[in-house]
């Protein structure tokens, strides 16, 4: 349920509501809006009714939201969220480029990705210490010693940390050293996973899975924003079709349709999406065009030799053409790449 608060509704007016609603054991989430002031009601709110509400000073209107999502849902909050890390804001006016290896490696090959990125002017590196991989014989990771090198690296470049968690055991160990926690398409429905996750305050990019459908990817995002923590980041990465060319089919659509059903902000992963570096920056500019938030892309000084995801990492010549395209495009659309 919303309860939609008169342009005139005084301060006093909107705590009673709030009030009221406690006391009926519901929980409130006031937003006040450039336009409107709402307040969304979550709890099993089948038994409430609106006439509890619709006459009390200063409500215009009470709403039920039909959507099994409350707290993602453009109904209760309109305007667009932006989630700050590291110095960028990830949502509507920025086009944010998270970009970095698959793998951490070596610290030679995070430093020179840390390097290329300040020295584009970007501010978030990602890479992966903790892999999911489909299989228990390739490469899982560096582990803890992989997040040193990573932040390290970071630290030395002024960049911030976006980095996956694989297990609900390892949130503490890797939120120590990362800005953004990542969940991995594996993980999207991990709800131990999500229920740790929403004890932190971290901003969290929750990747859609390769079979779960928009509604079932706001409702995982709805499990960390029921935990307590606001601050998610939806990314798009391919869902599993029929198509082999490409390792996943980008689904492009799942941007607009996003935003017109949340107002948390949504980047696409145009690397896991497209499996080959050859599409990565036509669906990199795909993102920008369709309306995305940013992009989280990988790259690698050597591809060829890369221990995970080589085929589809941009090397750094190739990277700094799509930055170059994207920067063109960028303000064309009303944004900026940072
Ligand atoms: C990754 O970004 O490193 C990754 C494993 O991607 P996904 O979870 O989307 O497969
Ligand atoms: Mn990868």
Redesign the pocket.
Known sequence: MILIFKKDATEEDIQSALRKIEVLGYTPHLSRGAVKTICGVTGDDRALDESEFDQMPGVESVLRVLKPYKLASREFHPDPTRIPVGGVSIGPGSFAVIAGP?SVETEGQVESSAELLQHCGLKLI?G?AF??RSSPYSFQGLGEQGLQILSAAAKRHGLTVVT?VLSEYDVDLVSRYAGVL?V???NMQNFALLKALGETRTPVLL?RSMMGTIEELLLSAEYIMKGGNPHVILCE?GIRTFETETRNTLDIGAVPAIKRLSHLPIIV?PS?AMGTWHYVPAASMAALAAGADGI?VEIHPNPPEAKSDGKQSLNYPHFEDLLTRLKDLAPHLGTAVN
């Open positions: 698959c990602r992966g892999k999911p996956e990542q991995g398409a594996r990747k990465r992963d896991h989280i």
